[in-house]
């Protein structure tokens, strides 16, 4: 492994970034809050349902 190389990958990553814009930062952070959201309404449901079932958790 190259020790040069990576740094080199490393500084152009960095060259090609730039800081988004209040809006696509706004509209990322949307997405990705609702997406957190369904994965803990999915997994309340799944808890709600398996209290219910006989032998359940």
Same mark, same amino acid.
Request: no cysteine; glycine share 0%; proline share 6%.
């Given at each position: 492994m190259d020790v $040069?190389?990576?740094l080199?990958?490393?500084v152009r990553v960095l060259k090609m970034?730039?800081?988004?814009s209040w809006n696509e930062f706004s509209q990322v952070s $949307?997405?990705?809050g609702a997406g957190v959201f369904l994965v803990g309404l999915l997994g309340?449901?799944?808890f709600a349902i398996m209290t219910f079932i006989p032998g359940g958790a």
């Open positions: $040069k190389y990576d080199s990958s490393y970034a730039s800081t988004p $949307k997405v990705a309340f449901i799944i």
